[in-house]
């Protein structure tokens, strides 16, 4: 797992590129993520953030970390402007954030979370409920495939975290792949465009795994902005990820993110999440 030395590279990327702008461009323009699922990520990084900034005319840095609450404590306490997380968190907090743009995926705005095991476990296909006595990676715990649908799925099929021999997270999808493939976990709950994804790079992870179940579609994990931030240079920000697509360079981005394109999206894309929040958490969602 290079899941830390990816955050500490990621975290001195943004503050040279940032440093090396500054002085001739002014603030740069900040953007939080977790760790993406490439072999080179540091260096992808790097190509984003100097596609961004060409085209914006101002200095443009990510800054990643491993934990959505992580994202999340930066972008409220203004030391990042917009922030790339998953469709739960923002509707937690979606009165505090306000969306600025959404990956398609496949085409649409939408993914699923997948239950994988170990190729050749005993765990039955559709196996929620063989998971008692078992143990369970976990992604995260703002993940909505990596945590909430688990949760649901586990009360559906009559289980409680008590009932499994034990569920951690792995902090990062790809990592719950690994968790599985090697054994730490019976079963994984993860993001199926990340395991899509893992498997088009023909990673040993995915090779090793089985995808058992697919959940209903939810929408894709979103990029947000503080709601009463109306920074002009967000508005910039969210045209020059809309019209990535039509470009050359741009489209080469998103091919190595396997998206096809950004999109504006409508809270109501996320009001599955919002009823699966509800069924969890009951009155206090």
């Given at each position: 797992?290079?899941?830390?030395?990816?955050?500490?590279?990621?975290?001195?990327?943004?503050?040279?590129?940032?440093?090396?702008?500054?002085?001739?461009?002014?603030?740069?323009?900040?953007?939080?993520?977790?760790?993406?699922?490439?072999?080179?990520?540091?260096?992808?990084?790097?190509?984003?953030?100097?596609?961004?900034s060409e085209r914006?005319?101002?200095?443009?840095?990510?800054?990643?970390?491993?934990?959505?609450?992580?994202?999340?404590?930066?972008?409220?306490?203004?030391?990042?402007?917009?922030?790339?997380?998953?469709?739960?968190?923002?509707?937690?907090?979606?009165?505090?954030?306000?969306?600025?743009?959404?990956?398609?995926?496949?085409?649409?705005?939408?993914?699923?979370?997948?239950?994988?095991?170990?190729?050749?476990?005993?765990?039955?296909?559709?196996?929620?409920?063989?998971?008692?006595?078992?143990?369970?990676?976990?992604?995260?715990?703002?993940?909505?495939?990596?945590?909430?649908?688990?949760?649901a799925q586990l009360?559906?099929?009559?289980?409680?975290?008590?009932?499994?021999?034990?569920?951690?997270?792995?902090?990062?999808?790809?990592?719950?792949?690994?968790?599985?493939?090697?054994?730490?976990?019976?079963?994984?709950?993860?993001?199926?465009?990340?395991?899509?994804?893992?498997?088009?790079?023909?990673?040993?992870?995915?090779?090793?795994?089985?995808?058992i179940w697919k959940?209903?579609?939810?929408?894709?994990?979103?990029?947000?902005?503080?709601?009463?931030?109306?920074?002009?240079?967000?508005?910039?920000?969210?045209?020059?990820?809309?019209?990535?697509?039509?470009?050359?360079?741009?489209?080469?981005?998103?091919?190595?993110?396997?998206?096809?394109?950004?999109?504006?999206?409508?809270?109501?894309?996320?009001?599955?999440?919002?009823?699966?929040?509800?069924?969890?958490?009951?009155?206090?969602?």
């Amino acid at each position: 797992m290079q899941r830390r030395n990816f955050v500490q590279y990621g975290a001195v990327l943004g503050l040279s590129l940032g440093s090396a702008r500054v002085g001739a461009a002014g603030n740069p323009l900040r953007i939080g993520l977790t760790a993406v699922i490439l072999a080179d990520q540091a260096a992808f990084l790097a190509r984003w953030s100097e596609y961004l900034s060409e085209r914006m005319d101002i200095p443009v840095t990510f800054v990643a970390r491993e934990s959505y609450q992580a994202i999340l404590d930066l972008l409220f306490s203004n030391q990042i402007d917009a922030a790339w997380i998953c469709g739960y968190p923002y509707v937690r907090h979606q009165a505090q954030l306000r969306l600025l743009v959404v990956p398609l995926y496949q085409g649409n705005p939408v993914y699923q979370s997948y239950l994988i095991r170990t190729r050749g476990s005993a765990i039955k296909l559709n196996g929620w409920g063989d998971l008692k006595n078992r143990v369970l990676a976990y992604s995260d715990p703002l993940s909505n495939s990596g945590w909430l649908v688990a949760q649901a799925q586990l009360r559906a099929a009559g289980l409680n975290a008590l009932d499994l021999r034990r569920g951690f997270f792995a902090h990062g999808h790809n990592n719950v792949a690994e968790a599985v493939a090697s054994g730490l976990a019976h079963a994984g709950s993860i993001d199926g465009y990340v395991w899509e994804t893992l498997q088009l790079q023909k990673t040993a992870a995915v090779a090793n795994t089985q995808v058992i179940w697919k959940s209903e579609f939810y929408g894709f994990p979103p990029i947000v902005v503080r709601h009463e931030d109306r920074n002009a240079s967000l508005e910039v920000l969210g045209q020059t990820l809309l019209g990535m697509h039509e470009e050359s360079h741009g489209q080469d981005l998103l091919r190595a993110l396997n998206l096809n394109a950004f999109a504006r999206p409508t809270p109501a894309l996320y009001d599955s999440i919002r009823e699966l929040v509800k069924s969890v958490h009951g009155a206090r969602a």
